[in-house]
């Protein structure tokens, strides 16, 4: 069984009127290699009549993002043609590669109506080799994603990418990261094996679980050694996990607001390509 070497506690980093918790990068964890990056939106009811989310247009490049949308809506537009509204139980996979432009919005009926929302964004890193790789969007909404349930249904593991047991998830990964996300109702429990030399990204959204002998409760991050391959999860009240392994990279890791690439002079190419045109022009 693997050890726990850290549990991270989410910050408060709200973002106008909406509600966030930074789980990664933190004072006590800058990433889990190749996990760079989680903000947690809400839980939080938005009014009749707001504003939505306010991610406007903004550049990418070198790495890619994966949307958990649980409650409320997003609204995806970006350069290389990507458009759709993807609703709660949905994800969103974005492969910035050698760069675009996207802006990430509430649709025009959440803005007018409102809701529940809770939206969760994770960064992965690419590797040298793909940091200038060709754009990608890929949304789905939550029929899309097959579900493995475990523990007579007391456990219900949505698979994004890679694999759960024999089940493929729907979006393909360059650099094998497999992910999911896993509900689980009080008492619900199940045990997967991860290769040691695989790092694992574990982060609680909802609820209470033990997890290696460990309690981990919502909003926390946990940081695993690589030293076994068991992981042993138990809800201790009802819970909502994202769960995925790769293997860690072990390269430079230079970020700049928007950019994560190898080198500052990488960076410095991206801000002058951005501001060249090179990753498209908008037109909202």
Not at 164 to 183: K, Q
């Amino acid at each position: 069984m693997r050890t726990i070497k850290k549990k991270h506690k989410a910050i408060s980093a709200p973002i106008d009127d909406l509600v966030t918790y930074r789980a990664l990068p933190t004072q006590s964890v800058d990433y889990i290699d190749p996990f760079l990056f989680l903000n947690h939106h809400g839980p939080q009811v938005y009014k009749q009549n707001n504003r939505g989310l306010p991610f406007g247009p903004h550049p990418h490049r070198g790495f890619e993002t994966l949307t958990f949308i649980l409650d409320g809506d997003i609204m995806h537009q970006d350069t290389g043609g990507g458009k759709d509204v993807i609703e709660a139980g949905g994800v969103q996979w974005m492969t910035a590669g050698r760069g675009l432009i996207h802006a990430e919005v509430s649709s025009d009926k959440f803005k007018k109506e409102g809701g529940p929302m809770e939206i969760l964004q994770l960064w992965f890193n690419l590797p040298a080799k793909y940091k200038m790789t060709e754009p990608k969007y890929i949304g789905l909404q939550k029929e899309g994603i097959p579900t493995v349930t475990e523990d007579d249904g007391k456990v219900k593991v949505n698979v994004v990418s890679g694999s759960w047991r024999d089940t493929e998830g729907p979006i393909p990964s360059l650099s094998d990261i497999h992910m999911a996300s896993v509900e689980l109702q009080q008492g619900g429990s199940f045990s997967t094996v991860v290769p040691a030399e695989r790092n694992v990204f574990f982060y609680v959204v909802r609820g209470a679980v033990k997890v290696n002998g460990e309690t981990a409760e919502k909003l926390t991050l946990v940081e695993f050694a690589n030293d076994g391959d068991e992981i042993s999860v138990e809800a201790q009240e009802d819970s909502y996990i994202l769960f995925g392994h790769a293997k860690p990279f072990n390269e430079p890791v230079v970020a700049h607001g928007p950019f994560v690439m190898n080198s500052e002079e990488e960076i410095r190419e991206a801000f002058r390509d951005y501001q060249m045109g090179k990753m498209g022009s908008w037109e909202g």
